[in-house]
Structure formats: C-alpha cells, structure tokens
C-alpha cells in the first residue's frame, strides 16, 4: 500500500468483527438496520444459508450417486440461462473483489481491524463459487430440482443488500463514496441472478407446475463418437478449454489419431455449413441475376452465412483490446505513486461508524493497482484468446464449405476443360488446398482489420496524455515507416510468388525425373535431367535470396521501429519539456514504453492483414471464374442429352450443386419454353429405339472437345441390346471419343443421342406401360460400367477398388477375380486383396504394371451389375494369354450369360467374329457399321485387310507375361515394407511394453540430433556470427532499458533535491539531460544496427543450410540405385524434395528466427525482474515447474495434431486429384453422390483434426498467458514492497514491470516455436536418412578415353555363367546363364512370369547386382566399364511409354547431338512423320507433362523413335508395341527390322509373331535359361516348352 495512506499500527487483541476503536460500534440505539456494522452483518446471511445448504449434497450426497452421474458427456444439457449466469457470475466474482479491496483500504484508517467491512465479502466470494459449482453439478445431472437452493439464495442475498443500499442512500451516502457503488451493483447483480433462476422454473417448469418440460440433450452429445466438446461445455471451460486438460495429458501415453479425435458436431460438419453457404448463394440469386463475372456476390454470400461468429469475434477483440490498455495504465500508475508522496485524492469520510474512501484514493493504492492489472491481464488474455478461437472455427468451417462448393462443381466440370488444359488437376487442387486456406486465415485476421484502427487511436491518445506533442511525433515516425514496412511485406509476397513458380517449375522437373529415372538411368540421361533441375534450382535459390532478404528486412523493421520511434520520443521530449508541464519521470518513461510495445503490434499486422486481405480478394476471384466455367450438358437429376437440350444453355451453376440426399432442394431449371415439341420430339425417338430395339443411338451427331472444329462428325450409330458391339479403327480415329460422346462427357454441337432400357415383352405390362417406361427410360441414363483407356485406380485396397462401394458378393468377386486372372498378382501383393494401390498413393507405396492396373479396371466393370458395359481397349497392355482368356471367359461368357450390352473398343480384330456389332472409325467419322457379314458385303476391301490382320494374328503364340510386376516380385515383404519410411510418425503397433515406452520417450524428446545437422550445414563462419549476434543485440536491448531506469531515476532524485533546496534560480535547479541523451543514441543506435546483422545471420544461415541439403539431395537421388525407387514409394521421395525441401528453404529460419528471439527476450524478461526484486526468484519455481508440464504435454499433443492435420489434407487432395483423373469413370458409373460422401467424411476428418489443433493451441496460450499474469501480479506486488520497504528505485519498478508484461507473449511463443521447429526438424531428419543412401558405382576400372571409339561395334553379346540378384539381401534372379549372341543377331526372349526375361537386359545395363559370371559385348568386360559410358551406347525400349515436357525434339534427343534430316528420318520410321508436321512447330511442338496430348499409342511410337535417333548397335525391345494397333505394329515390325538389318535387337516378346521372325529364341525358367534355339526348331520338337506355348494358344 502507498506511503500517503500507511495506518496506524495496531495489535492483533484489537481483532474483531466490528474493531474496538469505535465506542458505538455495537450500539443500536437508532435501530438495528442504522448501524453499519450489522448491515454488513445481515450480508453474510445467505452466504452461510448457500453454504450449508449445499454443502451435504456437494460433498456427502453427490458421492453416492457420483456412479450413477460421472457418465458421458450426453447429460451435458444446459439450463436456460446458462451463459448469462455464467457471465454474471463472474462480474459478481470481480465485484466482490473490489469489495474486499475497498474494505481493507478503507480498514487502514481505523485504529483497529473492522472484519465486517471485508470478511462478509470473501463469505460472498465462497458463496459465488460455490454456487456455480454447484449449479454446474445439477446441470449436468439434469435435476434442476435442486436449484430450489440456489433460488433461495439469491432472493435473500437481493433483499440483504438492497437493504444496506437503501440505508447507505438514508444516509447521504452517495457516488461519490467507492463503497455505495459497490453495493448498488452487488443488489443489481443479485437481482438480475434471481431474474435467471426465475426463468429456469418458467422454461423447465420443474416447480410449481403439474407438467416439468422435457428436454433431450442435442444430437451430437448423444454421439458417442463426438469428442469435440467446445460448443457443449460451460462457460468458464469454455473459455479456458478445461475439457482439453484429459484429451491433451492421454496424448503424452497414447498417439493421437483419428479415432482418439472422434467425430465433428454436427453444426461444424461440412455438409451443414455447405448448407449454409448454399442458402446464401440462393439468396444472393434470388436478389437478382448473378454476374458472370467478379467476386462481389460471393463476399455477400460469405458475409450472409458466417458474418455473425465474424461479429461477435470482433467484438471479442474490442474488449481484449481495451483491457489491454490497462497494463500501461496501471504501471504508469504504480510506479507514479511509489515515486512519489503527494496524492490528490480526497481524504476518507467518516459514516455509520465506518470510514468510506472515494473511487481516486481507492485507484491512489499501488497494491489495488496490481490486482486489477493482474484481473485485467486474465480477462484481456481470456477474450483475445476467445476472439483467435472464434475466427478461426469459422475459418475452418468456411474451408469446409467452400471445399463441398468446389467438390460439386467438379462433378459438373466440362471434361473438354481438362483435357485442352484450360483447366489443370493441379489448378483445382490449388484452389482447394490455398486458396481455401487464404479465405480461411483471411476471417483469422478479419478481427483485426476493425480493432486495429481503434486500438491504434486509443493508444496515441493515451500516449499523448502521457508524453505530449512528442507522442505525436513518435506516432508519426510509425506511421511514416509502416507504409515502408507495407512495401516490404508487398516484395516479400511478390518474392515468394516469384519463388513459387521456380518451386513447382523445379518440382516438375524432379518428379519427370523421378518417373521417368529408370529410362534415364538406361539411356544415360541422368546427368542432363539433373543439370535441369539444378538449373530450375538455381533460380530458385536466386529468388529465395531475394526472400531472405526482404524476410531480414520485415524483421528487422519488426524489431528497430519501436526503437526508432521510443528513441525520437525521448530526444523530442527532452528537449520540449522545459516548456511543457509533461516531464521525462519513470511513470511516463515505462509508461509510454508499454504503450508503445501494444501500438507497435497492430502497426506490424496491418502488412500481414493487408497482404492476407489481397489474397483473400484474389482466390475468391478465381473461385468467382472456376464457378463460372463450363458445364456438362445434362441435369443433375441424370437426364441424356437430346433435343430437348441441344438448344445448348448450360442450366446455373448454383441451382445443380447438389441432389436431394446432399441437400434437401428442388431442381429449378429455366427454360422449357418449347416443352411440347420436346416431348413430342422424346416420344418419337423413344418409339423408334424401342422398335430397333438399340440400347443406344446417335443421330447425326457432331461432337467437339473445343470450341471450333468437330473431333467426331456425321455419327449415325446404334449399339444393340444385350450384344457386343466392337469399335475398331486406327490410332487417334477417335474411338474412345466415341464412347465419350455416348457418355455425354463431349461437347454435342448438334444431333441426338439416345439411351433405353431393356426391352420387356407385352407379357409383362401392357403396350401403353411399356411405351411410358420407355419414353421415361430415356431421359435418364443409368449406370455404365466404364473401364477407360488409361486405368483409373482409387487409392485404396484392390478389393474397394473392384467393388467400387457395391454390396460385396463373395462368389461373384471371385468369379471376377479369375475372369481376370487377378489371382496370381494378389498373392504376390504384400497384403493379398487389401493392399492400398493407385496411381497417386503418396504415403503407401505399391505401384502396379500397367497390365494389373488394367485388368483391376476391367474387373471392376464386371463386378458392376450394370446393364451396360463400356470397356475402352481393355487389351493394350495384357499379352496373348491374359486377353484370349479376358475375351473367352470374361466378354463372351461372364458378360453375355447376364445378357448385359457390351460396347469394346479394341485393337485385336482376331476378336471380330465374335462381335454382334461392329463400328469401323475412320479420321473422326463412321467408315461403317453392322455385322461381320454385313461388313464383308458392302466394304470387301476393308474386310480383306482386316482378314489379312487376323490370320496373322491367330498364328501367334506368346508367353504368360505379366507386365513389369508391380516393381518386382522378388522384393521380399518384409525389404517392401521397410522402404515405407515416410512420415516421422513412430506409432509402434508392437503389444510390448517396452517398445511402447521407448516409443512414448522418444515422442517426447526434441530431435536435438536433427538440430544439429542443420546447424552443421551452415558452416563454420555463419553459425559463430548467429549466435554471437543474438547473444549481443538481447544484451543491448536490456541495456538500452536499464539505462532508461536509471536516467528518469537520477530525473526524480533531481526533482526531489531541488525540491529540498527550495532553489529559485532556474540555472542550478534544471536538470541536464544532455550525457544521459548521448548514451540512450548510441545504445538505441548499436542496437538497430545489431538487429539488421541478426536478421541477416539468420535468414543466410537458412538460405545455406537449404543449398546444401537440397544439393546432397538430388545428387544422391540421381546416383542412388534402382533399388530405392523400386523399394520407396515415389510420394516418399518426391515428398523430400517438395514438402521437406519447403520447409527447410522458408519455414525452419523463420522458426528459428523467432524461438531464439523470445527465448533470449524470456530469459532477459526473468532476469531484470529478478534483479528488481530477487524475492521473485522464490515464485519462479513453482511457475518454472508449470510451464515445464505445460509445454511437455503440449509438444507432444501439437506434433500430433500436425502431422494428424497434415495426413488427412493429403486423402483429401487426393480424392479432389483422382476425382478429377477419374471424373468420365465416376459419372459413367453415377457415383457422383457416393463420391461427394466420401469427400464429406475426408473434410470433417481434415477439419476436426485443425479444431482440435487450434484448441490445443488456445489451451497452451490461455494457461501461458495466466502464468504470466501470476509473473505480473508476483512482480508487482514485489516491486511496491520493495519500493516502500526498501527503496528500490521507482525506475527500475517500471523497468521490472514493463518486462513482466511481456513475458506470457514469449513463453507462448517459445513453446509454440518449439513444437513447430520439432515438426519442422522431422524434414531435416527424413532428407539427412535418404542423403545417406548408398549411390551407384558409377567409376569403372578403365577410363571413358580408354573404351575403344565406336564401341560397341559389332554387338556381339558373351555371357558366361551369369548370376544377378536385385540385392546383396535377396535371392538370385538369374542363375548360370550362359548365352552367345551373334553380331547382327535378332533374339527373342520368352517365358512365363518371373522367369528372368527383364532381369536379363537389365544386366546388360548393370541395373542389378552381378555376383558371379561376366558379360562381354564385343570381347570388353562390361563390369569394367564406367555405367555413364556403358548405358550411353545401348538402345533400350521400354514396356511404358515415358515422354517429358518439353519439346518433341527434346524428347527425341535430350543431349541435342542429331541434326533435324535424322529426327525426322526416325519420326518416318516410327509413322509420326504426318503427325508431327500438322502440328505448330512441328520439331519444336510443345509435349505437355506425361505426354498427356498424345495418345497411348503415339506415346509409344516417340519411343521407338527415341530409340532410332540413337542408332546403337544394340537394341533392347522390352515389350514395346503393346499399346499400338496390328495394322501399325506389322508396319514398324518391317520397319525395325530394316532400319536395324545389321545390328543387333533382343526382344523381350509380348506379341509372339514379334519373335517367331527372329534368328533365335530363348526360353527362360525359374531365372535360367531352358531353350535357346531357332523358332522353327523349337517348334519342331513337339516336347519343347515354347512349342508347347504356341500349342496352348491355339
């Protein structure tokens, strides 16, 4: 308490309840309700009644019951009230507190102690808690009942105190006394209770009514599976995330994942908020027509369905905002009193016996002053923390919204868009997975686009009462350079986005390099791909220099404005001050100090507002333009497109979003203007498809992909029912467009299309039914089992993938499994039927040949119990064996006895006669159609070339071959799922205790190892100047506020002196200012300059450390074995050098950045103040120990929720990205709404995971900020007794204080950093485990210049006793093999399924292991020779055609050494030549990524191409025209046999006839070889092996 106001000292024999120094304390002449004393008496009245009330059934009833309660939260069902109860409660709390206060203030003027004036208050602090206490036990029992207590209590304690304040009123007791307030809003505050309990009787009804209401808990209490309980707990659980405490504690014992999580409420779930988000959009069109173009209707939208959460986390913000005010008000206020023994307040005025002090001499107390800072700081960091959770709940459920919003245009997206590229996968998934998330941070930092500018006003305001003009001028500095800091934030953006485009450029360049690293490997290529990417990466590096320099700047400018500004201040106020009555004290120094460190923050956030405001307007403008674009022409409600339709409107993109079971709306449609010449139009086309009996029919049908030419013209076809129609043509004629076209997926630019059920005979219904189920039929196309071109895998199990979400039929499916002799590849799977394949699995890592894709997509349509089967060349990548028996048992057999209508578009015309139908394309156009026969009669010349075709083809004979068996069989399960080291997520699924232990130590240890790795790769001369320049500049800043203390200290002391003197003369009584000012700028300066060298150090050590790594990374990739790309999953590796690279090169600086700054800002924090008062050092334990707790469950649960959060994004982009690559397959088999369920469940799980993420966050911030608020109030409290006991310095006070302050924002920044940098240092420790990898050997024992030139020459081919294996660990793939290739000599080479076949080029190539045996190509041992100059002078053709983007000439000749003449002589030879020359550039004609704009086949034809630039004198064919027509392959069969007359080709067969032209043959079994002979003697010995192949496919 304050000098001015210090009591007279009693004795303790003067304690008692009315104190003794008062004669007529205890008389009551005039009245018992006249006397203060028992006024205060009659207070504690209904607190005693409340407290023995209550006291058996809290303590002594609740526990026999407790086991019929304590069960789950579903009786978690609040009272009506609730909130507000809880609120007044609260400000009763707070009140009470006050009252206390006042008491023992007003207590210091008696002679002895009053106990009636504070001791009835802390009976009414009790009896508050208690109350809740007891109000939340009956609530969640649901036995309102017993509230009858609480009533009771609150209708005594109203009449007690409007009593006491009546009689203070009597009294002429009036505002003007702190005590009568207090009193008035204490009868208020029980008044307003009572109204509450009031209204619980009349809305439960569960007194003095004859019914109570029944009420049941809400749908998602009652869900077991719901454990996000933030919306259903009571307030002050609520608000401090107490329900968090368990959840948080079990992660430190148990992993937390998906299921620990539990399921959304349903308010947060997306489809509800999608609901919400759709009813606006509706409003929005209801309001009028919505622009085709421009944002403004979608922020109305926004604003409509989340504006209100929005609104009340604003307001939140305002009153944690103004709170936070009170901290430099309150210092100010301190340490201005401690310094001081003159007080204006008005002295205590003396009534009813008792003394009563004002409202200013109650504020005059520096100990009244440190507990409301202390209660302030609580409420301030309560509702700051309220306002983050609120903002960013509704951020997360915008996201959710706004997903569902994109997902259902998807499924309405114009295939023609992604196919031309007007729209990419990868711009949608962009848009889902950033833009969505600017939107989301966006309403994050909305709040602070409205409390910035207030917070900003109020601040200088105060700063200005305070310091006077020249806080107008600190103010001003701000206010100069924050449009300078706006121009930093600005480049920083536009850096990043610069160094994002190099970032994907380079990730498109890695990943080509990474599929396609088995074919560079082979030609030798590595080392150009690589130069490319090092290239790509040296932009990079260059942009990210730029970044690093503009990041350095953001935070130096973070750092040394406040020290410009405080230094300005300073320097103006000195030397004005003579002038002004505001003079340089430590009240207004630390003061200001404090005012400033609150002003600067909205300053420093208004870039990031502004930047985040940016984006936000820029992605809901691309959402605007991806809303807007193309449709595919058919209802929601699925209708085909006929004439009713043809008119070619696209019906709104808001009204189809959803069917009924998503939401509960009808269709609106806009036309039907002409709706009786449609269905007149519909009745004709159904009567005559009914008389044809077709199941579908084009009418003169146009169809484009663009808008300009037609891809097909002048269709006129009928598919019949029950039938197999074929579809034969040549590459590119426009088959599979076709099928397209009938799917409804083309744009139609005239015609009809037509689609009917099966026919029922007039048995069934009679004519007039069976007309009307036709005409109705049509309209709707059912379900088509489509199995496209390129396989469309989901990323789950083989059995999911099969069944596609139909009822599982155990016989059926293994029907279909043997129909598609699946079998054998499932038993070589890792876990049979349930291993998680697809083209994109990232995280899980099984990748199919494209044979086992293909066959999985087949039998996928079989399994379907569709009517009709669309399947669009399921033979391209399936050898003789696999497609006679798809044909016999699966199409003609499995198909046909269900009399389902099959459409096949196929190559293998020795197929035709077992067709129904047949559809001849020809350059986009029907050639003809019918029966063979009917074929045979009308074109005789296109049936001779077709018989021609067949009888070649029904002469082969070909191994069982599997194509590329998913990355070798040979691999054992156990090297597979070793390899599968992605995620440093260490969850053991081993039952021992000890594992789990060690398991649970290691989750709790920081990867300090990682941490050192990093710093290892900065060098030497940046990581000494980091930590030194850290060390120096907190040193500086300490100094700079310590020489603050002691100047406005020597400013008092000079006061104080002069004041003593009682001097007259100016001159000896002015204080000089002068050498203290000099010493303030220099320090002020050397720490501004420190602070550029720091933010430097630090973004230049990041910048390093990321060329490093990302250097050690991509050469070690390049020269790794194949082994690792055959043993990793190629997500994984990508994943290093796309997420892990990422974060290293931006993110791990930033973290480090700042957890080093506010560790060394705490840690200087603790020491000033344990300098000030080192009676704080005692406090420090305690408070030590709960932040160590704290922070130890918190990094646990966090890292957690991170790497939870990160592995549901990355389901869910990946069902936006293979919804996208299968969108023709799901509307084919109208799955749309299983589809959009599933994207439902993958959003709830991804926004569960960041709820329960940023509630833990709040958690930790709210426990961080009360510790630091106890660190305050213990400061403080300190502080005033040492200043009053032991004259500490009223500087050093405020210095003490001001640091105090600031010490919860670094203890949450340090524990949050700390989890982040833990999460982030895993990407440091996942690149450092792959740079390890062994490499290739790539040096041989002679030299490049020691290969003989032109080698090899001849290509002659020795191997002797040659055995390989895949590893040093695994068996031998090829055992003994001895083989004599001549020069010039054609080989082929067959046999079944792991025989050896690839394992033998292979070897050629040193890709696997050679233990024993040699090879010699023209008489040179190849083991001698260095792999770069041995794999550069063969020609291999790989099963899978692999293009890059690019150009075709680069595709042709990467290393740029043929001229244009021998280019196009090998375009020739592969019959691209007249491809090639149609398009722009010809040579220099773009390759999109994949070679996507080519088709399957033409991919294929570049690759032989590729393979004739080179010209060597070997060739290797592993399986090479699997994917082009016979008419084609018996073309380029002459044509490679001529172009390489005299060199030597091996052939590895697929085709037989492709080997039975050969010189010789060899047979391979078990990894040896069995046969080696020529064809036609091996065909002669009716024993052999290979005849009895031919035998087996006759």
């Known amino acids: 308490m304050m000098r001015g106001y210090r009591p007279t000292p009693v004795s303790n024999s003067t304690l008692s309840f009315c104190g003794t120094d008062n004669s007529s304390a205890y008389k009551v002449d005039n009245g018992l309700l006249n006397n203060g004393c028992f006024l205060d008496a009659l207070g504690v009245v209904p607190h005693v009644f409340l407290l023995f009330s209550t006291f058996p059934i809290l303590f002594i009833g609740w526990g026999s019951q407790s086991s019929k309660v304590h069960i789950h939260h579903s009786t978690w069902l609040h009272f009506p009230g609730h909130n507000l109860r809880w609120l007044l409660t609260t400000v009763l709390l707070f009140v009470l507190v006050c009252e206390i206060a006042e008491g023992i203030v007003s207590d210091g003027f008696n002679q002895s102690r009053h106990l009636h004036l504070y001791m009835p208050a802390g009976l009414g602090i009790l009896a508050a808690v208690t109350s809740i206490v007891y109000y939340h036990n009956i609530e969640t029992s649901n036995f309102p009942k017993l509230l009858i207590a609480l009533l009771i209590y609150w209708t005594l304690a109203f009449i007690t105190k409007t009593i006491k304040f009546v009689k203070y009123d009597d009294h002429g007791i009036g505002l003007r006394q702190l005590r009568f307030c207090i009193t008035g809003l204490l009868a208020l505050l029980y008044g307003l209770l009572l109204g509450v309990e009031v209204n619980v009787i009349l809305r439960r009804r569960y007194m003095w009514f004859p019914y109570p209401t029944e009420v049941k808990p809400p749908d998602d209490l009652q869900d077991l599976g719901v454990r996000f309980q933030q919306p259903f707990v009571n307030l002050l659980s609520k608000s401090t995330y107490w329900w968090m405490n368990t959840f948080i504690t079990s992660a430190h014992k148990r992993p937390i994942d998906l299921k620990t999580i539990g399921k959304l409420p349903i308010s947060m779930r997306a489809l509800t908020n999608y609901q919400r988000l759709r009813k606006a959009f509706d409003a929005q069109m209801e309001d009028g027509p919505v622009p085709l173009k421009g944002s403004r209707w979608i922020w109305r939208s926004l604003r409509q369905a989340f504006g209100r959460p929005l609104l009340l986390s604003i307001t939140f913000r305002f009153m944690a905002d103004l709170l936070g005010f009170a901290g430099p008000l309150c210092i100010s206020g301190i340490v201005h009193h401690i310094s001081s023994d003159n007080h204006s307040a008005l002295p205590p005025v003396k009534l009813l016996g008792v003394h009563f002090i004002s409202s200013e001499a109650f504020l005059a107390n520096a100990y009244v002053l440190a507990v409301l800072l202390f209660l302030a700081l609580l409420l301030q960091r309560t509702f700051l923390q309220a306002s983050y959770y609120v903002a960013i709940e509704t951020g997360i459920k915008l996201r959710g919204a706004i997903q569902t919003k994109i997902y259902n245009k998807i499924m309405r997206l114009c295939t023609s868009n992604m196919s031309m590229g007007d729209m990419t996968t990868a711009q949608i998934c962009s848009l889902v997975a950033r833009d969505t998330n600017h939107l989301m941070w966006f309403f994050f930092l909305c709040p602070n686009l409205w409390a910035m500018p ?158 985040s405001t940016v984006k936000a307007l820029v992605s809901v403008q691309k959402l605007s333009e991806f809303l807007g674009s193309t449709e595919i022409e058919t209802d929601q409600d699925p209708i085909v497109q006929t004439p009713a339709n043809n008119n070619g409107n696209i019906k709104s993109v808001y009204a189809l979003q959803l069917q009924a079971k998503l939401v509960n709306r009808k269709n609106k449609t806009k036309q039907d203007v002409n709706r009786n010449f449609e269905q007149h139009d519909q009745e004709l086309t159904a009567s005559a498809a009914q008389e044809e009996e077709v199941c579908i029919k084009i009418i003169n049908g146009f169809f484009t992909w663009t808008q300009g030419c037609p891809t097909l013209t002048n269709i006129d076809i009928k598919v019949p029912f029950g039938q197999l129609t074929m579809i034969v043509g040549q590459v590119g004629c426009g088959k599979s467009s076709l099928l397209l076209a009938a799917l409804g997926e083309m744009q139609k630019i005239s015609g009809n299309i037509t689609w009917n059920s099966l026919p029922k005979s007039d048995s069934e219904e009679n004519v007039r039914a069976h007309y009307m189920s036709e005409r109705q039929s049509h309209r709707k196309r059912g379900s088509v089992a489509y199995a496209s071109q390129r396989p469309w895998l989901l990323n789950a199990t083989v059995e999911e993938n099969i069944l596609f979400d139909m009822a599982p ?259 000896d009584c002015e204080f000089s200012h002068s050498s203290y000012l000099q010493v303030f700028c220099v320090l002020c300066g050397l720490g501004i300059v420190l602070c550029l060298i720091t933010s430097l150090a630090v973004e230049w050590t990041g910048l390093r ?147 329960f993420l940023t509630a ?40 003490g204080l001001t640091y105090a302050l600031m010490v919860s924002n670094y203890l949450n920044w340090i524990v949050r950093n700390l989890a982040d940098m833990e999460v982030q240092l895993g990407c ?136 244009d003449k021998m280019l196009w002589e090998a375009l020739e030879i592969a019959q691209l030549m007249p491809v090639v020359k149609a398009l722009p550039g010809g040579l220099d004609a773009t390759v999109t990524e994949g070679g996507e704009n080519f088709s399957q086949g033409q991919r294929q034809l570049f690759c032989l191409a590729r393979a004739f630039v080179r010209k060597s004198s070997i060739l290797i064919m592993d399986e090479a025209t699997a994917s082009i027509d016979m008419a084609t392959e018996s073309i380029l069969q002459k044509v490679v046999m001529t172009a390489f007359a005299d060199r030597t080709v091996v052939t590895i067969a697929h085709r037989v006839h492709t080997i039975l032209g050969s010189d010789a043959v060899i047979v391979m079994k078990h990894g040896a070889i069995v046969e080696y002979d020529e064809p036609d003697v091996l065909l002669e010995q009716k024993d052999s092996v290979f005849s009895a192949f031919v035998r087996a496919d006759k």
């Not at 710093?1015 to 030497?1020: D, I, K, P, S, W």
């Not at 958690?1259 to 305050?1272: C, T």
């Not at 390890?1332 to 081919?1357: N, R």
């Open 809 to 1067: 039929n155990e016989k059926r499916y293994k029907e279909v499994i043997e129909v598609c002799q699946l079998q054998p590849d499932i038993d070589t799977l890792p876990q049979g039927d349930q291993t998680v394949i697809g083209e994109r699995v990232r995280h899980l890592g099984i990748i199919l040949s494209g044979g086992q894709r293909q066959r999985i997509s087949v039998a996928r349509a079989l399994y379907q119990q569709t009517n009709v089967v669309f399947l669009d060349d399921p033979f391209s990548a399936l050898d003789i064996h696999l497609s006679d028996h798809l044909m016999h048992e699966g199409i003609l057999k499995f198909l046909r006895q269900e009399k389902r209508t099959v459409v096949l578009v196929t190559h293998k015309l020795q197929y035709l006669p077992h067709a129904d139908w047949i559809i001849a394309m020809r350059d986009g156009t029907v050639q003809t159609q019918g029966t063979l026969k009917d074929i045979q009669y009308a074109e005789p010349e296109l049936f001779e070339q077709w018989r021609t075709l067949m009888n070649r083809q029904n002469k082969e004979n070909s191994t069982e071959l599997k194509r590329k068996s998913f990355r070798r069989a040979m691999y054992s399960r156990d090297t597979l799922s070793l390899a599968t080291e992605d995620e440093d997520e260490d969850s053991s699924t081993s039952t021992d205790e000890d594992s789990l232990r060690a398991e649970l130590r290691h989750r709790t240890t920081i990867p300090w190892s990682s941490f050192a790795t990093y710093l290892r790769a900065a060098g030497m001369l940046l990581l000494p100047l980091l930590i030194l320049s850290q060390l120096t500049k907190h040193s500086l800043m300490v100094a700079i506020d310590f020489w603050l203390a002691h100047w406005t200290s020597h400013v008092i002391a000079a006061q104080v002196e002069s004041a003593e003197r009682n001097c007259t003369i100016t001159r």
């Open 454 to 611: 207030v917070q900003i006003v109020i601040g200088v305001l105060l700063l200005y009462s305070l310091l006077g003009v020249s806080a107008l001028i600190g103010a001003t500095v701000i206010a100069v350079l924050a449009p300078l800091q706006y121009f930093v934030a600005t480049r920083l953006s536009r850096a990043q986005k610069s160094t994002l485009e190099y970032t994907s450029e380079r990730l498109k360049k890695t990943n080509e390099l990474l599929r396609g690293i088995k074919l560079l490997k082979l030609y030798a290529w590595e080392h150009i791909f690589r130069s490319s990417v090092e290239e790509t990466r040296r932009q990079e590096l260059t942009n990210l220099r730029t970044f690093a320099l503009y990041t350095s700047l953001s935070i130096f400018m973070n750092a040394a404005i406040p020290i410009a500004a405080v230094l300005t201040i300073f320097v103006v106020h000195v030397h004005v001050q003579s002038a002004t009555d505001f003079d340089l004290s430590p009240a207004v120094a630390f003061g200001s100090l404090s005012l400033f460190h609150i002003l600067v923050t909205p300053l420093f956030l208004l870039s990031s507002v502004l930047h």
């Open 1105 to 1251: 450390v990321a060329k490093e790594l990302h250097c050690s990374l991509l050469r070690i990739i390049v020269l790794a074995p194949m082994r690792l790309f055959e043993t990793t999953p190629l997500g994984n590796i990508l994943n290093r050098f796309s997420t892990d690279t990422n974060t290293i090169d931006q993110h791990i600086p930033a973290t480090m950045e700042c957890l080093s700054r506010s560790t060394l800002l705490c840690v200087s924090a603790v020491g000033v103040i344990s300098y000030v008062t080192p009676v704080f050092l005692i406090a420090l334990l305690p408070l030590a120990i709960a932040c160590y707790f704290i922070q130890k469950y918190f990094r646990v649960a966090s890292r957690d929720l991170q790497q939870l959060e990160d592995s549901t994004e990355m389901p869910l982009l990946s069902h936006y990205s293979q919804t996208i690559e299968g969108l023709t397959t799901i509307r084919a088999f109208r799955h749309e709404q299983k589809f959009k369920k599933k994207l439902l469940e993958h959003t709830d799980a991804n926004n569960i995971s960041s709820l």
């Open 1324 to 1459: 440091v420790k996942r690149v450092s485990a792959l740079i390890h990898t062994q490499p290739e050997s790539y040096d041989g024992l002679m030299t490049p210049a020691q290969v003989p030139a032109g080698w090899p020459k001849y290509g002659e081919i020795q191997i002797n006793n040659l055995s390989v294996r895949y590893d040093t660990s695994l068996k031998a793939v090829l055992r003994h093999v001895n083989a004599h290739i001549k020069p010039g000599q054609k080989v082929g080479i067959c046999g079944r399924t792991g025989s050896g076949k690839s394992s033998f080029s292979l070897a050629l190539f040193r890709m696997v292991d050679t233990f024993e045996g040699q090879i010699l190509i023209d008489g040179i041992d190849i083991a001698k020779l260095p792999l770069q100059t041995l794999r550069s002078k063969f020609s291999i053709i790989l099963q899978d055609p692999i293009l890059f983007s690019g150009t075709i000439r680069f595709n042709l000749d990467p290393e740029r050494k043929a001229t």
């Open 1256 to 1295: 833990a966050n709040r958690w930790l911030e709210v426990r961080m900020e009360y510790v630091g608020a106890f660190v305050v109030l213990i400061a403080a409290v300190a502080s005033i007794t040492n200043a009053l006991y032991s004259q500490v310095s009223a500087g050093l006070v405020g210095l």
